[in-house]
């Protein structure tokens, strides 16, 4: 039986379908290995080979690994409950209420969402604290603790833009006070607020501008920020490089491009 | 090769290259685009017409406030009161972040649910974070005899309406 699936798959990788996709071959080698991760568009912002020791959960605790699946549930969960949230003053709330009671499998999907969405923000954080107190952050890796800040800011103004959509009186009142709290910039701290609000109070344009900001134009920059995040790690060195071996790399000048 | 002869040359007695020339004037034509850019898209985003509800408050007519009163006027967001000296009006928005105060009639005080600040009949300040007193609002009576408050127009404080 085993065998018949390994010539199956045989078969169907000397296929020119086949090969015109996965161009590297095929074949149980370093090289090969090496190759199907180089080669392929997702894969390749990571590095071809690693320690197996970076693999260890004490290393890393997972908390970037795990932020990405949330991040992942979070558009898996949130483009499903587009198709039935209207952002506009009379009906969001409703839309709300009915994701909740009304439309099958909507409490799993708006739970679900909300969940990973406080998930996402505790593990950002985490994976911050973990990063600083390992020391992780340090050269040559000082520009990729930036892109992380930057991700930060990102998981923080998704989560603070999503806050307003339910359309109750908690999502009112926090943004109330949060654009408030924004006004308080110097010199151009109510034109700020004026401009994100698109208006003096939130209202309807306040609403549609979050939801905007919420499923395209935050989402859009934390995938640019989270790429730019990963193949930086490949270029920085991997994960993790045992003290022994970056000391020796340090004597000897080496330079690592990944 | 002629143009790295001509490069040292054209440096030394201080000459701008016909390459120099061209790329400040591009970068000059980005800096320009970007320019009108941010002048467009800071146009953009900032409405010309707000459909936001008036500032202006009708209360109707003042001998249906007794004298002692306070009136939560809830949909302008403003205590009408009619003390001992007259009318006049209070923002019942905090002045710390913004929410909506409450009037908390068996205490006598105007208290705001987010972050605990109180304030007196008059406005002021007695316990929370709040950084200022609550500003008095313009109070007149129009031609047909109706109390009207301006939400957007704050008086000096002490300034009351006699009717």
New interface residues.
Partial sequence: MAATKQDTLGRLRETRVWQSVFRSGWGDSNLHRALAVQQNLFLHLFPAKMRRRSLDIGVTWYLGTLTLVAFFILVATGIPLMLYYHPSVPQAYADMKDLQFVVSAGVFLRNLHRWAAHAMVLLVFAHMARVFYRGAYRPPREFNWVVGVVLLLVTLFLSYTGYLLPWDQLAFWAITVGSNILSSVPVMGLKIRFLMLGGNTVNANALLRFYVLHCVILPLAAVAFIGVHFWRIRKDGGLYRDGHAAARAAESGEQRHG | MEEQKKKPEAAATGEVTRRETFQKLGLGCLAAAGAGAAAFG?EY???NV???PSPIANAGKPDQYPSGSVTTLAEAGVYLIHGPQGFYALSATCTH????TAWAAELGIIACP?HGSKFNTDGIKIAGPAPKPLPWLKVWVNDEGDLMVDTSATVAEKQFLRV
């Fill in positions: 800071y985003l900032s409405p707000l459909y936001e972040l913004g929410c909506r987010c």
